[in-house]
């Protein structure tokens, strides 16, 4: 919350300041991302994908939650880590099957003077069987300890697949979006003016409505000899869609207003301009809110280009939409101011 500031006495010149400072403070309250200023950072914020640039160190094993872990893991980095589980749990039970015996294991008298290796082979495949609960009948415990082991790992493996299985569930029913940025963010004619302006297009087949769009600009600048991030939540032509069957260009007028008017791209760059998207719509499969999080660096921005036109009517009724175009554009001159 912004500092509220109470005045006794004070003159009109005195006021008109304070007042002033407080409506700084206001601005920089509602434009506050989450990232602070105080720190000089010479990459995105803000990845391609969505995720935060930042790593974090420090973390404490308790502050580590499995399920949070797994479910927010890459696909075949949990195949890799359910691959990795299933072999180690396989190999500790059929170490511990060859510590026992594996004569104690229904045909496995045969490998009693066998090598090691046969032996821990014949323990594993048991083991495997056992974890599964699959139970093919040509292997089983016939002693009473291997029987006390084999009937623990079943119920080992129950709770690991029933832990498997929600983890699947959690992650086929996590609602999420798929939108499509164009490669570059464009300063093309706008009207009279010139405006900064990027596409995108909804990559599912799921239906979103009611997309809402925040675009803030931050750059840095000397202050006192200190580098500090300022930030400019960026005026949109329009910031809200009620459906999103097609593509929808987002514009932000370069008028006198907006901090890029006069900025060359050269001058951005030397601010090391980063444009933070965040995008929140209602996803109707799910029933639920999606946000998406993007940004463009400032090598990324192209003056003087303009979109287009990506979709047409098909012959025989309905529209055609090109998705994987959404980034073609074409040379144009701006506007003079």
Request: one cysteine or more.
């Amino acid at each position: 919350m912004p500092k509220r500031r109470f005045r006794f006495g004070a003159s009109g010149k005195a006021d008109d300041q304070l007042d002033q400072v407080a409506a700084k403070e206001e601005q920089e309250h509602e434009e506050d991302l989450g990232f602070g200023t105080s720190i000089r950072y010479n990459n995105r914020l803000i990845n391609r994908d969505g995720t935060f640039n930042i790593q974090r160190v420090g973390l404490r094993l308790r502050d580590i939650n499995p399920y949070v872990f797994l479910v927010t893991l890459s696909w075949w980095k949990l195949f890799f880590v359910v691959l990795t589980s299933y072999v180690i749990f396989n190999s500790i039970f059929a170490l511990i099957y060859v510590m026992i015996g594996v004569e104690n294991l229904s045909g496995g008298e045969m490998y009693v003077a066998s090598s090691f290796l046969d032996s821990f082979a014949y323990a594993f495949f048991f083991s495997a069987q056992t974890f599964t609960t699959v139970g093919y009948g040509a292997i089983s415990p016939t002693g009473m300890l291997a029987n006390v082991v084999a009937a623990f790992e079943a119920m080992i493996g129950l709770l690991g697949f029933a832990v498997a299985t929600g983890v699947l569930w959690g992650r086929f029913s996590q609602p999420s979006a798929k939108i499509g940025f164009s490669k570059n963010i464009l300063v093309s004619p706008y009207q009279d003016i010139n405006g900064l302006m990027f596409r995108i297009v909804n990559r599912r087949k799921n239906q979103l409505i009611e997309l809402e769009v925040l675009l803030t600009m931050m750059w840095h600048v000397n202050e006192n000899g200190r580098m500090k991030q300022e930030f400019a939540r960026l005026s949109l032509e329009r910031d809200k869609v009620a459906l999103f069957p097609l593509t929808w260009t987002i514009v932000h007028p370069i008028d006198k207003e907006s901090p890029m008017y006069g900025k060359t791209l050269e001058e951005l760059s030397k601010m090391q301009v980063e444009f933070l998207i965040l995008i929140k719509a209602y996803d109707d499969t799910f029933a639920q809110n999606v946000h998406i999080r993007m940004s463009y660096s400032c090598d990324e921005i192209l003056y003087g280009g303009k979109f287009v036109k990506i979709f047409d009517e098909k012959e025989e009724g309905g529209i055609r939409l090109e998705m994987d175009k959404i980034s073609l554009c074409e040379k144009v001159e701006l506007n003079e101011y």
